[in-house]
C-alpha cells in the first residue's frame, strides 16, 4: 500500500481546478468534476458540494493509493483545521452515501471494510473502486443548475491541539487574527445568529484577546477566585470531551484534564475554592448531577441532581463555594402551577434546597450567575432560550421577587457580572444583531460591551472589572434538499452567511429561511435552480422562523418590533414584492403552521398567562385555545381516522395528537410517540399519509416513519449524528424533498472581551 503525500498545489481559486482529469469512471458511477455531478444512470444524479466534490477528485486520482487526511485538508480546506477536520469526515460521509451499494438499497449506512472509501487509521483515505479518466464531454453535455458556492470562513490557524504559547508575541499575534475572524465568520445557535457587515461596522477598540487555541470547541470557561487557572470544556469530535484547567499567567505549566466516558456531557466548571471545581456531568436524555473535586487529584463526589438543557445555562457557584443556583423545571402539581421552571438554591453542605424564583404563566428561570458578592443573582426569564435579565436578592428565600432589568423578549445567550459587581454582561440580539451589553444592577438603559457577536457562555474575570472571558463561536451551517425517500443529496443551498430554519414553501419550489446576510435576523428565499437570495420586506423588529402554506405561496410569520412588548403576525405571498400584512398580537407568540382551512392558522402563545397552541382566525381575529398540557408547536393534520391536531410539548419528549372536533376545537391528548427529543420539537411533518420525524441516536440520527397512531415505524434513511440541527429544521415538501437545516464544522474558542 502506497502512501499518497504529495504538496498542496498552490494558488488555485477551486479546489479541483488545478487537476488534471475533470471526468472520471467511478465503478459504476460517472462524476464530473466541472457541474459536480455523480451518477449511475439509475438512480438520480447527485450534485456534490465543492468540497465534496474536490475530495471525491483527489481520491479518484490517486488510483488506489492513499491519500493522506492532511493532505486533503491542504488543498480542500487550505490547511484552516479549525472548519477542514470535521468538515472532512462530514464529506467522507457523503460520498460513502452516495457510493455505496448498500446505502442506496436499505437505507443505513454500509459497513466500513465494505465502503468504497476506506478509512486509513490515523493516515488518510483510500477509494476502493476501480477509477478511470474519461475524455471531457462537448460544452453543454452535462447541465449546470447549481446555487452559488458558500465561501469558507476563515479562521485562526491551529498547528496542534497543545497549549498555545501565550507570549507577548504571539498574544499580539493571535489577537489581530482573531479580530479578523470575528469580522467575517458566520454565528451560533438559533439564539446566536450574527450578522455580517452592517453588524461588524462598530468594531471594538480593544480585540478580543485569545486564551485558548485548540482545535476544536473550547466552551463554558471559568476562572479561579485568584485568576490564575481557567477551566473550560473541550470537544474534538463525536465523543471526545474533555474538562481541562490551565493556568493561564504560566503556559509552560501542566495541564490537568479530566475526562468522562463518551455517552457523557460535560459542562458548567465552578470553582468552589482556589483548588476544588464543580462541574456538571449529563447523558442524553437523562438527568444530570453536579460533582466536585479538589485537583490535582481528587475524585469527584456527588453535591446534586440537575436538569440538564442542550447548551444552555443551568447551574452556578456562589463565590464562597456554600452554594449552587439550579434551574429545574416545575412539575404540575395543581391549577395554582403553570409548568415552566424556576431557580432552587441548593446549600452544599447540608443538601437542602428552597425554591429562589417564582415565575408565572408558564415561564421558564434559566442561567443563574452570582454577583461577586453572592448576594444577589441574575438570571433570564423567558422561553428557554428567548427573554430578558432578572435579579433576585438571594437572602429573599421566601419571596423571590425579582426585578426585570431590560424589556427586550430577545434571544440571550450568556451572562457574567464583572468583577467589581457594577455592572452584569449579556449576549443578546436586542437590537437585531447579536453583541454583547452590559447594563447596571439598579436598571436603566443596557450599553454596548462587545460586538463579538459570538460571544456565549460568559464568565467572570477577578480582578478585571471591565472585562469578562466568553467563548467565540464560528459556524459553517447550510441548507441541503435531500432525497426524502432515501436521503441522497439533491442540491447543497450555499451561503454567505448562516441560514437557519428553512422552510419548503409549494413543492420545495422555494426555501424560505432565516439569514443575517444584511446586518440582522431577516426572512430571505430562494427560488431554485442556481438563483440568487433575496431578502422580504419586514418592518423592523426580530422575525421567528416561518410557515409556509401547504399548496400556494403563503408564508406567516411573528415578529418582534424594537420597544415592543408584544408581537406581529405578519402574513406575506413569496411571489410578490410587497410588504406583508401586520397584525397586532397581544403577547409573545411563535412556531406558526397553516391549518387545513387556510383560513386560520396555529401558533404558540402566552394568551392567558401560559404557554399553549392557539388556533387564530385570519378573519375574524379571535383566538381559540388548542391545548392545556404548554403545547409548543402544531400541525393540523387529515389522517385515516379523522382530523387531527399533532404537537409538541413544551421541554417534553414525545408527540402527542388530539381529535378535532368541526369548529376547530381538541379533544383528549394522545400521545404517539416517546422518542422525540425536546429539543426536536419541530423536526417532524405529516407526509404522504404518515407522520416522519427524526430520532436522534449516539452514532447516528433515524428519519422514520410512522402510521397516524404512531404503531408502526419504518426507517427512511438515517443521518450523521447531530448533523441536523435541532428545533424546526426539517422540512417535507409535497414532492417527497427534504429541505434541512444542517450543522457545518464547528469551532469555538474562549477570549477575553473588554469593554469600551
Known sequence: MQLDSRPAVPGAADPAAALPHRRWRIGRFLFDATTRRL????????????????????LAEAGGDVVLRERLITEVWDGNTYTGSRALTHAIWQLRRALDETQAVQGEPADEAASAIQTISKTGYQLRLPAVAEPAPAAASLPTSEAPAMPEAQAVPVTSAKKAPFGRLAAMAGALVLVLVLAITAGAAWWLQQGNEKATAGVDRTPPQPMTLLDGVENYPAVSPDGQRLAFVWSRGEGDVRLRIV????????????????????????????????????????????????????????????????RIGFVDASP???????????????????????????????GQERQLTHPSGGE?????????????????????????????????????????LTHDDA???????????????FNSARDGTQATWRISPQGGEPTLFSRA?????????????????????????????????????????????????????????????LSFRSGRIGLWTVDRPGQAPRELPLPPGTPEPAGCAADEPRWATTLRPPGSATDLLLLGRLNRDEPPQAIPLDGNYGNVTWALDKRSLLLAGDRGGRRELWRFDLASHQFLRLT????????????????WLYYTRQNEAGLWRRPLDAQGGSGTAQRVHAGLSPEDWGNWQWHDGGLWLVLRGKKHDRVVRLDADGQHETLAFTLP?????????FSLAPNGTLVASVSGPLQADVVRLAGP
Not at 451551517?477 to 430554519?501: M, V, W
Request: with cysteine; net charge negative; proline share 6%.
Open 39 to 58: 451518477g449511475d444512470g439509475q438512480r438520480p444524479e447527485e450534485q456534490l458540494s465543492v468540497k465534496t466534490a474536490a475530495v471525491l477528485q483527489r
Open 247 to 310: 493556568e493561564r499567567n504560566r503556559p509552560e505549566a501542566p495541564v490537568i484534564e479530566l475526562r468522562e466516558p463518551a455517552e457523557m456531557h460535560l459542562a458548567s466548571p465552578m470553582w468552589l475554592g482556589p483548588d476544588r471545581l464543580a462541574y456538571a456531568r449529563a447523558r442524553e436524555g437523562e438527568d444530570c448531577e453536579i460533582v466536585a473535586l479538589t485537583l490535582p487529584e481528587g475524585q469527584p463526589e456527588k453535591l446534586a441532581s440537575c436538569f440538564y438543557q442542550f
Open 320 to 350: 464562597d463555594g456554600r452554594w449552587l443556583a439550579l434551574a429545574r423545571p416545575l412539575k404540575s402539581t395543581g391549577q395554582d402551577d403553570t409548568g415552566g421552571g424556576a431557580i432552587f438554591l441548593h446549600e452544599i453542605a447540608t
Open 364 to 404: 421558564t428561570d434559566v442561567q443563574p450567575v452570582f454577583s461577586r458578592s453572592g448576594k444577589q443573582l441574575a438570571f433570564m426569564r423567558g422561553s428557554i432560550t428567548v427573554g430578558d435579565v432578572f435579579l433576585v436578592d438571594v437572602a429573599d428565600a421566601t419571596q423571590g421577587e425579582a426585578t426585570r
Open 411 to 425: 434571544p440571550l445567550g450568556g451572562m457574567a457580572w464583572l468583577a467589581d459587581d457594577r455592572g452584569i454582561t
Open 453 to 513: 457577536q459570538t460571544a456565549i457562555h460568559l464568565a467572570t474575570l477577578p480582578g478585571e472589572p471591565n472585562a469578562v472571558a466568553a467563548s467565540v463561536y464560528k459556524f459553517a451551517d447550510s441548507i441541503e434538499l435531500l432525497d426524502g425517500h432515501d436521503g441522497h443529496l439533491r442540491e447543497t443551498l450555499a451561503a454567505s452567511s448562516r441560514n437557519l430554519y428553512a422552510q419548503a414553501c409549494p413543492n420545495a419550489g422555494q426555501v424560505l429561511f
Open 628 to 643: 392545556d398540557d404548554h403545547g409548543q408547536f402544531g400541525q393540523e393534520v387529515q389522517a385515516p381516522d379523522g382530523r
Open 721 to 729: 449524528a447531530g448533523w441536523l440541527r435541532r428545533f424546526r429544521s
